[in-house]
């Protein structure tokens, strides 16, 4: 029993110290929606708690933590998924959460930058979102990464560097589309 | 070298990404409390003596149940088998017991068996009126039996009834009244049955 208290005080201060990365790849894994986010990280202790979810050593703390965030937030929103259908179909629907509008992350929004990169991880499909957030965001390697995916290293790699490509392309595009509108609205004949 | 460049934006946006989500991260330790509030198996710490103690409290009275029933069950066999055998010794096998007497042996006068239960008094009553079960039982069977006895014998006794005046039938020559002449037997031997012409 002393034991038990022992590891779980460990793991307690371990845990703590990964909370911040914690919380930013539960957030990317709930499409920056901070309540689901918030909410997911919830359930993760308390399945970490409980003993439903144990680390075995098996590979870095971190990986493991971050395995069993992706796991919980997938599972959250089947659940949310399954309660809105049961919503639609009751003709009572709840009202959506705009992750970016009812967000009150008012600080990242005032850059615009920002809000384009957020846009431009929106447009990424889950997987090379997940894998380019573990990579920049979380400083994991690509094989971590996988293990974290669940998928191949070679996968991984694959949504890595696809990722990437459309992340570029995104934000150029984003940058030539506001460099006009920029254009436009301080001369507007230069474009026609 | 333009992807390297790209790539270090991309890297620049993460972590300006990352620092916007440390501002609105909540804290460790209230996500922690709730969820140890929450857990239902989670122990904690200053709870775990009492948990501990009341485990021992509990684990040590079923250990005492169980051994006193042990305890009971080893000594309460042998005293609901030997009470019969008392009974059956302290009752002679031609008297009658009180609780169920036959007819025709009511005046004999046997004093009452001396009952088992004086062996049992210290028991428990629980155990005592189980004796007096098995007591009761054993008291019956031999009643039973001894009514079947007493039935055989009334039978022997009439089989072998004589009158009282049966004496006064008695005479000298009963053998030759209760007896026939044989065959091939001589004619002197004969004349004793022949009426005498003597006269």
Redesign the interface.
């Known amino acids: 029993?002393k034991d038990k208290?022992t590891d779980i005080s460990v793991l307690?201060a371990e845990?703590?110290k990964l909370?911040?990365a914690s919380?930013?790849w539960a957030?990317s894994c709930c499409r920056r929606d901070?309540a689901e986010a918030?909410e997911v990280?919830?359930t993760v202790?308390?399945k970490?708690?409980?003993?439903k979810a144990r680390y075995r050593g098996e590979s870095r703390l971190k990986t493991w933590l971050f395995a069993v965030i992706r796991k919980t937030a997938i599972t959250e929103q089947r659940k949310r998924l399954l309660r809105s259908l049961k919503s639609i179909a009751g003709l009572n629907p709840t009202p959506e959460r705009n992750s970016f509008a009812a967000e009150p992350?008012a600080?990242?929004e005032r850059?615009e930058?920002?809000k384009q990169?957020?846009i431009a991880l929106e447009r990424l499909s889950a997987r090379q979102r997940e894998v380019?957030?573990l990579v920049?965001?979380e400083d994991l390697s690509l094989r971590e990464a996988a293990n974290v995916m669940g998928v191949s290293i070679g996968s991984a790699r694959q949504h890595y560097e696809r990722g990437?490509k459309h992340?570029?392309e995104s934000?150029n595009r984003e940058e030539l589309d506001y460099g006009i509108s920029w254009k436009r609205k301080e001369n507007p004949g230069a474009v026609s | 070298m333009e992807s390297v460049g790209?790539?270090k934006?991309?890297?620049a946006?993460?972590r300006?990404?990352?620092l916007?989500?440390?501002?609105?991260?909540?804290e460790?330790?209230k996500?922690?409390d709730?969820?140890?509030a929450?857990?239902?198996?989670?122990i904690s710490?200053g709870s775990?003596r009492v948990f501990?103690l009341s485990f021992a409290v509990a684990t040590a009275l079923l250990v005492i149940t169980v051994s006193v029933l042990v305890l009971w069950s080893r000594h309460g066999q042998p005293s609901e088998q030997v009470n019969p055998k008392v009974a059956n010794e302290s009752t002679p096998p031609g008297s009658t017991q009180a609780s169920t007497p036959a007819p025709h042996q009511v005046t004999h006068a046997t004093p009452p068996p001396t009952r088992p239960v004086q062996i049992v008094v210290a028991q428990s009553p629980v155990r005592l009126k189980s004796n007096q079960r098995a007591w009761k039982l054993a008291a019956r069977r031999k009643a039973d039996l001894e009514a079947k006895n007493a039935v055989i014998r009334e039978a022997v006794s009439m089989s072998s009834w004589q009158s009282p005046t049966a004496i006064l039938m008695q005479s000298p020559a009963d053998h030759v009244l209760t007896s026939l002449p044989q065959l091939d037997r001589s004619l002197n031997e004969l004349k004793i049955f022949l009426p005498s012409t003597s006269q």
């Not at chain 2, 916007?20 to 991260?25: H, I, K, L, W």
């Open positions: 029993m208290q307690q845990l703590e909370h911040v919380f930013g957030l901070r918030e990280l919830q202790y308390l970490i708690l409980e003993g992350a600080a990242f850059s930058a920002r990169f957020q380019l957030h920049f965001y990437k992340l570029r934000l | 790209n790539e934006k991309i890297q946006l993460f300006e990404l990352k916007a989500d440390e501002r609105v991260a909540p460790f330790i996500m922690w709730r969820a140890q929450i857990s239902p198996g989670w710490p775990s501990n």
